[in-house]
């Protein structure tokens, strides 16, 4: 670790310090989206995209609890300096893209399918983050939109939520609150969105790690 002194040192001379970065990408012909990539920052910044050229990217901090997951799931896989590819005929499921950086140190991996317990763990902890974003999406599109909409919106949102599918819910508090304050939208959907903004505020213990 950098002595006090050293990061001083760094500061004065104008160099930065590199700090390990995850990036993963999915590409499959046909789905919608057919290609999605999330960059994960050390210090929790995460960037998701729908398109290489995805001019509207979400940014979001994550809790330090995921982003301490992400990171020890990439150092049991070794920084992704083996395959991953289970070798197996199986269909064909998109191009998965698992990536490491840290300052001259880049690893890089593709594959389809793989039986790696630990692999797997990574791809459903992005593909949590997906998720959490297409919820996202839903309810903006919705609060905006089509307020007779909100309250299936939150339902399906409650339910992944119980299926510890949402990370980083924190974001969802502005649209929330919005629902909450406003009396336009229906009282049950003003009802279900306070109980989430409760849940995001303070988790149930059982629940701190989904946030």
């Known amino acids: ?8 040192a760094l500061l004065l001379t104008g ?25 994960l920052e050390h210090n929790g910044q995460l960037t998701y995209q729908e398109g290489k050229d995805d001019q509207n990217s979400i940014k979001l901090q994550l809790p330090e609890s995921d982003v301490r997951d992400a990171f020890g799931l990439a150092d049991k896989l070794g920084h992704f300096q083996r395959p991953l590819e289970s070798g ?4 064909q499921m998109g191009i998965k893209t698992f990536r490491f950086e840290d300052g001259d140190e880049k ?15 990574m791809l459903d902890w992005f593909e949590r983050v997906s998720e959490t974003e297409g919820r996202f999406a839903d309810l903006d599109r919705t609060v905006h939109y089509d307020k007779l909409g909100v309250n299936e919106v939150l339902v399906q949102m409650q339910i992944a939520y119980e299926r510890h ?14 629902i909450i304050k406003n009396e336009s ?13 409760d849940i995001i505020r303070k988790p149930p213990p059982s629940q701190e790690k989904t946030r």
Do not use: C, W
């Not at 670790?1 to 990061?7: D, E, N, P, T, V």
């Not at 995850?22 to 012909?29: A, D, G, I, M, T």
């Open 15 to 39: 160099i930065t310090v590199a700090a390990p970065r995850l990036f993963y990408s999915k590409y499959f012909k046909g789905s919608v989206p057919e290609y999605v990539a999330i960059t």
């Open 1 to 8: 670790m950098i002595s006090r002194l050293a990061a001083i």
């Open 185 to 197: 939208y229906m009282h049950i959907a003003r009802e279900r969105a306070s109980s989430l903004a």
């Open 88 to 91: 197996l005929k199986v269909a």
């Open 107 to 121: 690893h890089e991996i593709q594959f389809n399918y793989s039986q790696d317990e630990n692999a797997q763990a």
């Open 165 to 178: 599918r949402l990370i980083g819910m924190e974001q969802f508090l502005p649209l929330l609150d919005r």
